[in-house]
């Protein structure tokens, strides 16, 4: 187990750690490095990931060996239509012997927690995340909890089309610093799942590599990294794009805004740098900015197809020199 981090050590002596992290998941997940390496953004940026595509893909596989491979408190929750605000967040029990109520924490109370299949819980459940990933902290019976440090919710989701899904709200979609949609593998990484598999389930055997204190270390760093003017101006421009488009209903949040401005700091920490460039913003914008739009087709019933309108967004925004 590495020791911990100091809070403000150089890019070039966190590089080797997190290439550690990201080749300790790329061992049991497969022929995807980049969609690993924007899966940490959202650990280094203080955010939230949302996992999306169809079933059987490696969206829980890929949640799991991120939980794994930090030696913090892991909670997985199986999202189902019966499940309950209370069974996520907790509830008192009557205690004949002390005659008093004694609180009983749910799995929330975690550092990493793995929602699986967050839409097949009903928006009443879905809602009872809302204050525990915008402010970590949950309140229950007039009480205030405080959650983590760290806390990181991986969620994923099965396509809305699916039988047994509900839409997540636009509320809780924006609480998401970053949805990604894994995609089938390569016909060699397939090749290679099935080898792997044959004598178990390769996660089960994974080992931690970053301790508690290197996660919030790594998050103190990685929240120094520059930002110049024009860069930050970018990200603005893109915001601003996304509200003024024509094929657009909702744009993008102030929320969204703060979000891609942590995740481009991420995303340059992940690639050893202590400064941002535009090339971080232009990689990260579909991630951070599809699911926090609204199309005008939605509403009609037609496609609602975010990502071609935040390439195009991409492609006439004028790029900072």
Same mark, same amino acid.
């Given at each position: ?5 100091a809070?403000?050590?150089p890019a ?6 997190l290439r ?7 061992s049991?997940f497969?022929g ?6 924007l899966?940490?953004? =959202? ?5 939230h990931? &949302? !996992? $999306? ?6 969206? #829980?596989?890929l %949640? ?16 189902t239509p019966?499940?309950?605000?209370g069974?996520?967040l ?7 012997q002390?005659?008093a109520?004694?609180?009983?924490p ?5 550092q990493?927690i793995l929602?699986d299949?967050?839409n097949? =819980? ?6 009872? &995340? !809302? $204050?525990a990933m915008?402010?970590?902290?949950? #309140?229950?019976? %007039?009480?205030t909890?405080k ?5 990181l919710?991986?969620?994923?989701q ?8 509900y ?7 924006d609480?998401?610093l970053?949805?990604l ?5 390569t ?6 799942i099935?080898?792997?598999?044959r ?7 994974l080992?931690a590599v ?8 790594l998050q103190?760093?990685t ?15 893109l915001?601003?794009a ?10 993008a949040?102030t ?16 690639h ?9 913003v232009k ?10 739009i ?22 006439r ?5």
């Amino acid at each position: 187990m590495p020791d911990a981090l100091a809070p403000h050590l150089p890019a070039s002596d966190l590089l080797p750690r997190l290439r550690t992290l990201q080749d300790n998941i790329a061992s049991v997940f497969l022929g995807k490095p980049e969609l690993i390496r924007l899966s940490l953004v =959202a650990l280094l940026a203080e955010g939230h990931l &949302l !996992l $999306e595509d169809v079933p059987g893909v490696g969206k #829980t596989l890929l %949640g799991k060996a991120i939980a794994k491979s930090l030696a913090c408190v892991f909670n997985r929750i199986q999202f189902t239509p019966d499940l309950l605000p209370g069974d996520l967040l907790g509830t008192s029990i009557y205690n004949q012997q002390t005659q008093a109520f004694t609180f009983l924490p749910g799995p929330i109370f975690g550092q990493v927690i793995l929602a699986d299949e967050i839409n097949r =819980a009903t928006p009443r459940t879905q809602s009872a &995340l !809302l $204050e525990a990933m915008s402010e970590k902290q949950v #309140t229950i019976e %007039g009480q205030t909890r405080k959650l983590g440090p760290p806390f990181l919710v991986l969620a994923t989701q099965n396509p809305y089309e699916f039988e047994g899904t509900y839409p997540l709200p636009e509320s809780q979609l924006d609480r998401f610093l970053v949805r990604l949609k894994v995609g089938y593998p390569t016909r060699d990484a397939e090749r290679a799942i099935l080898t792997q598999h044959r004598a178990g389930e390769p996660v089960d055997e994974l080992k931690a590599v970053l301790t508690t204190a290197d996660v919030t270390a790594l998050q103190a760093h990685t929240r120094a990294v520059r930002v110049e003017a024009p860069v930050a101006e970018y990200v603005l421009d893109l915001i601003q794009a996304t509200r003024t488009h024509p094929e657009v209903r909702l744009g993008a949040s102030t929320r969204a805004a703060l979000a891609f401005y942590r995740a481009v700091q991420a995303f340059a920490v992940l690639h050893g740098r202590d400064y941002a460039v535009p090339d971080d913003v232009k990689a990260l914008a579909d991630g951070v900015l599809s699911h926090r739009i609204m199309t005008k087709a939605w509403d009609q019933g037609g496609r609602d197809d975010t990502s071609a309108i935040v390439r195009e967004i991409l492609a006439r925004t004028p790029v900072p020199a």
